[in-house]
């Protein structure tokens, strides 16, 4: 799938299926609560929503399942298996609440699911379980990774990035890495919902991050990704591309390096990406939760493909600040969540960014 496709289907489709969750995280987009919404879509709803999903035809999006924590749902393992009746690939985002025993790892694999998503915020019971704010929501998380050993099952490592995780990084890659999971996801703070409360991290301490990462060896690592909200990670990896072929040094990217960039080029909130509320609302993203319309009422093709936000974010022409100069605005395009937060418009130039358009690189 390429750029242009993306104005059709979505590469992946994020459905909040519910916001009821027993953590209390201080990050946390949805403001989760202990209790589901009772206009939350029904088990119908759901089939329906999914139905749609299919509908966008060939390439099918990738349907993820997230919450709050999907496994809340009574009727999860029914969804899974319609989905899969329909030929869409799953993906689950769990807490790790009791819930998420290794009966349910072996369940979900069971199921067709192709990865779990699991979090890990601190290299530490102590620094993670203060972020999810219950204790032995680590050791959880760790014994539901170790459980996919004998499944099917990928399991990506997602980290927050923000100036409290920051210098934590390091040991939470190491951990990641000697757990041999298929995927280390860092999501850089846009301060939404409880996140809010947090600081985010600097330009110039984002842009050393992103260095820091595409450096990462290949084979003994584990690879890496920055889709949610860093997409600027791309023109890291493609400057560390052409530095190599200018020193003519064999190329050695990392594992992330070598197939992610392509093929999520260009995806952002927006493009390549919807997402569904629990009650059905249409937004570009989770972190962008501008409501275009809601699946009860309206149809989720439609929505995406001609909706004036969602056009208006794949037309990169359009964009406001260093994000409309940049060379690298097709590749890239900076988070559109990021610049909605910041300052009130989806367009606007993404803050977390230190590339000055027309720079050979970046000078720190």
Not at 90 to 113: E, I, K, Q, Y
Not at 261 to 284: K, L
Request: aromatic content about 6%; hydrophobic content about 40%.
């Amino acid at each position: 799938m390429n750029a242009t496709q993306f104005d059709r289907v979505p590469m992946r489709v994020y459905w909040e299926v519910t916001r009821a969750c027993g953590l209390a995280c201080r990050h946390c987009r949805a403001e989760a609560s202990l209790e589901s919404d009772p206009d939350e879509l029904s088990t119908g709803d759901g089939r329906a929503v999914l139905e749609r999903i299919a509908a966008f035809g060939e390439p099918k999006p990738h349907v993820i399942l997230t919450g709050g924590d999907p496994l809340e749902r009574k009727d999860l393992f029914e969804l899974i298996a319609y989905a899969r009746t329909i030929e869409l690939r799953v993906s689950v985002s769990p807490s790790a609440t009791p819930r998420l025993t290794p009966d349910v790892v072996g369940r979900l694999a069971a199921a067709g699911v192709d990865a779990i998503s699991l979090s890990i915020d601190g290299s530490s019971a102590e620094r993670h379980d203060a972020f999810r704010g219950v204790n032995g929501c680590f050791a959880r998380t760790l014994e539901a990774a170790r459980a996919t050993s004998s499944t099917s099952l990928q399991v990506q490592v997602n980290s927050l990035v923000c100036a409290e995780t920051l210098d934590d990084l390091p040991a939470i890659y190491d951990l990641v890495r000697d757990l041999g999971l298929a995927r280390w996801s860092l999501f850089f703070l846009v301060t939404v919902g409880r996140g809010s409360v947090l600081q985010p991290v600097d330009a110039a301490s984002a842009e050393n991050l992103l260095r820091w990462l595409a450096s990462l060896p290949r084979g003994a690592g584990v690879p890496v990704t920055t889709t949610t909200e860093a997409p600027h990670f791309r023109r890291i990896l493609l400057e560390q591309s052409q530095r190599d072929h200018r020193s003519k040094a064999p190329s050695t990217p990392t594992g992330h390096a070598a197939g992610s960039s392509r093929a999520g080029h260009g995806v952002r909130d927006g493009n390549g990406v919807m997402f569904i509320s629990n009650t059905g609302d249409v937004s570009p993203s989770g972190f962008l939760p501008i409501a275009v319309g809601n699946v009860r009422r309206d149809d989720l093709v439609e929505i995406y493909r001609t909706a004036p936000l969602f056009v208006a974010l794949r037309q990169t022409s359009g964009f406001g600040g260093r994000c409309g100069r940049c060379e690298y605005r097709e590749l890239c395009g900076g988070s559109r969540a990021r610049a909605w937060a910041a300052s009130g418009s989806a367009l606007a130039e993404d803050p977390l960014c230190a590339y000055e358009p027309g720079s050979p690189e970046v000078s720190l």
